[in-house]
C-alpha cells in the first residue's frame, strides 16, 4: 500500500514529536463518521497525530471505504494484500481483521506507521520525518543516513505530505497571508458579470464561462498555483483560519453537511467585509455574494505547498 502520512508546525514545535493529543483536527475537514476514529488512533504514538493520520486516509482514498486501486490496494487506507495480512489488525474487537471496514483500517494505519517509527527511534532528527522516509526509502536508508536520506524523491515525499498535513490540523495561532491573493481576486473581479455555466472553465469553446470551482481554479492558475478542480478539494489547499481571521483571497466554503468537508459544494473567493466573489448557479453571473450564511462550512489560505501536494485523484 502507499501510506502517506506527514507533520504540522503548532507553536514553533512539530507535534508529529509531541504526540499527546496535542493536535486537533480542522473543523469538518474529516467526515464525521470517522473523526473520533482518527482522533483517538492519531495519538497511538509520539510520531502521529490526528492531522497526520487525516492526511494519510485522505491522500489514500478520499475518505472512501470502498475504494480499490489497480493496484489491488484495498479500504479506506489502501492496504495491499500482503500488508494487510502482515499489519491489519481487529480495531474494533468485534473478532474480524476486515480491510474494507474504516474501524479496523484506520487503527491498522496508525499500527503500522507506528511501527514503521519504532523502526527508526533511534536516528537523529524530526521522528516524524524519519518515519515518513522510512516508508518511502526503507528504514535502512534512513539508518544508514541518520535522517531523511538524500534521495530526491523521499526528500519530496516528506515535503508534499507534511504540507497536505497542514490542511487538517485546526491552526492554534493567525496563518500567514498568501502572496498570490491580489493576483487571484484581481482575475475574479475581472470576471464579474459572466454567466454561470456548469463544468465551465472558462475555456473559449465555453464562452469564457465558469462555475464555482472553474472560477477559483482559474484565479489561482493565474497567480501559478494549480489547485484541484473540484470545491472540496479545494479545501485541502491550505490551513484553515476563523471566521474572524478571514483576509481579501481566502477561499470561502458552503456546505449543507457542516461535519465534512467531502460534502462541499460550493467556493467562492473572499474580498472582504462579508463578502466573496463567486459564480453562484445557473441563470446567475460572477458577482459579488455575502458569506455569512447558515451553509457557510469554513476557509482555506491557499498554499503553494499546499496546492502541490494535494492528490490528482482520490
Same mark, same amino acid.
Given at each position: 500500500?502507499?501510506?502517506?502520512?506527514?507533520?504540522?508546525?503548532?507553536?514553533?514545535?512539530?507535534?508529529?514529536?509531541?504526540?499527546?493529543?496535542?493536535?486537533?483536527?480542522?473543523? $469538518?475537514?474529516?467526515?464525521?463518521?470517522?473523526?473520533?476514529?482518527?482522533?483517538?488512533?492519531?495519538?497511538?504514538?509520539?510520531?502521529?497525530?490526528?492531522?497526520?493520520?487525516?492526511?494519510?486516509?485522505?491522500?489514500?482514498?478520499?475518505?472512501?471505504?470502498?475504494?480499490?486501486?489497480?493496484?489491488?490496494?484495498?479500504?479506506?487506507?489502501?492496504?495491499?494484500?500482503?500488508?494487510?495480512?502482515?499489519?491489519?489488525?481487529?480495531?474494533?474487537?468485534? $473478532?474480524? /481483521?476486515?480491510?474494507?471496514?474504516?474501524?479496523?483500517?484506520?487503527?491498522? @494505519?496508525?499500527?503500522?506507521?507506528?511501527?514503521?517509527?519504532?523502526?527508526?527511534?533511534?536516528?537523529?532528527?524530526?521522528?516524524?520525518?524519519?518515519?515518513?522516509?522510512?516508508?518511502?526509502?526503507?528504514?535502512?536508508?534512513?539508518?544508514?543516513?541518520? $535522517?531523511?536520506?538524500?534521495?530526491?524523491?523521499? !526528500?519530496?515525499?516528506?515535503?508534499?505530505?507534511?504540507?497536505?498535513?497542514?490542511?487538517?490540523?485546526?491552526?492554534?495561532?493567525?496563518?500567514?497571508?498568501?502572496?498570490?491573493?491580489?493576483?487571484?481576486?484581481?482575475?475574479?473581479? !475581472? !470576471?464579474?458579470? #459572466?454567466?454561470?455555466?456548469?463544468?465551465?472553465?472558462?475555456? @473559449? %469553446?465555453?464562452?469564457?464561462?465558469?462555475?464555482?470551482?472553474?472560477? +477559483? !481554479?482559474?484565479?489561482?492558475?493565474?497567480?501559478?498555483? +494549480?489547485?484541484?478542480?473540484?470545491?472540496?478539494?479545494?479545501?485541502?489547499?491550505?490551513?484553515?483560519?476563523? /471566521?474572524?481571521? =478571514?483576509?481579501?483571497? &481566502?477561499?470561502?466554503?458552503?456546505? &449543507?453537511? =457542516? #461535519?465534512?468537508? /467531502?460534502?462541499?459544494?460550493?467556493?467562492?473567493?473572499?474580498?472582504?467585509?462579508?463578502?466573496?466573489?463567486?459564480?453562484?448557479?445557473?441563470?446567475?453571473?460572477?458577482?459579488?455574494?455575502?458569506?455569512?450564511?447558515?451553509?457557510?462550512? $469554513?476557509?482555506? /489560505?491557499?498554499?503553494? %505547498?499546499?496546492?502541490?501536494?494535494?492528490? #490528482?485523484?482520490?
Amino acid at each position: 500500500m502507499l501510506l502517506v502520512v506527514g507533520v504540522y508546525l503548532v507553536a514553533g514545535n512539530l507535534a508529529g514529536g509531541a504526540g499527546g493529543g496535542s493536535v486537533s483536527l480542522a473543523k $469538518g475537514a474529516v467526515p464525521a463518521a470517522y473523526s473520533s476514529l482518527v482522533q483517538k488512533w492519531g495519538n497511538l504514538c509520539s510520531a502521529l497525530n490526528p492531522a497526520l493520520l487525516a492526511a494519510q486516509l485522505y491522500q489514500e482514498s478520499g475518505f472512501n471505504p470502498n475504494a480499490k486501486s489497480p493496484a489491488k490496494a484495498e479500504g479506506i487506507a489502501q492496504f495491499i494484500p500482503g500488508t494487510w495480512a502482515t499489519h491489519g489488525i481487529d480495531g474494533n474487537g468485534d $473478532g474480524v /481483521r476486515n480491510v474494507w471496514d474504516p474501524n479496523d483500517a484506520i487503527p491498522s @494505519a496508525a499500527s503500522y506507521d507506528c511501527q514503521l517509527a519504532s523502526y527508526v527511534k533511534d536516528v537523529p532528527g524530526n521522528q516524524s520525518e524519519n518515519m515518513l522516509a522510512s516508508y518511502n526509502a526503507g528504514a535502512y536508508a534512513v539508518i544508514k543516513y541518520q $535522517g531523511v536520506p538524500p534521495y530526491a524523491e523521499t !526528500k519530496n515525499y516528506v515535503k508534499t505530505i507534511t504540507s497536505l498535513e497542514q490542511s487538517f490540523a485546526a491552526p492554534v495561532s493567525r496563518v500567514d497571508p498568501s502572496e498570490q491573493a491580489a493576483t487571484a481576486i484581481n482575475y475574479a473581479q !475581472k !470576471k464579474l458579470g #459572466t454567466p454561470y455555466l456548469w463544468g465551465g472553465n472558462g475555456t @473559449a %469553446d465555453q464562452g469564457g464561462r465558469f462555475d464555482c470551482s472553474g472560477l +477559483t !481554479k482559474a484565479a489561482f492558475e493565474s497567480a501559478g498555483i +494549480t489547485l484541484p478542480r473540484v470545491a472540496n478539494d479545494q479545501y485541502n489547499a491550505g490551513p484553515h483560519p476563523q /471566521r474572524a481571521e =478571514l483576509l481579501p483571497g &481566502d477561499l470561502v466554503f458552503f456546505s &449543507d453537511d =457542516l #461535519t465534512n468537508s /467531502r460534502a462541499i459544494r460550493h467556493v467562492g473567493i473572499y474580498v472582504g467585509g462579508g463578502y466573496m466573489i463567486d459564480a453562484p448557479r445557473t441563470g446567475a453571473v460572477i458577482r459579488f455574494d455575502p458569506i455569512d450564511t447558515p451553509d457557510y462550512f $469554513g476557509a482555506t /489560505r491557499v498554499t503553494e %505547498d499546499g496546492a502541490k501536494a494535494l492528490p #490528482t485523484t482520490v
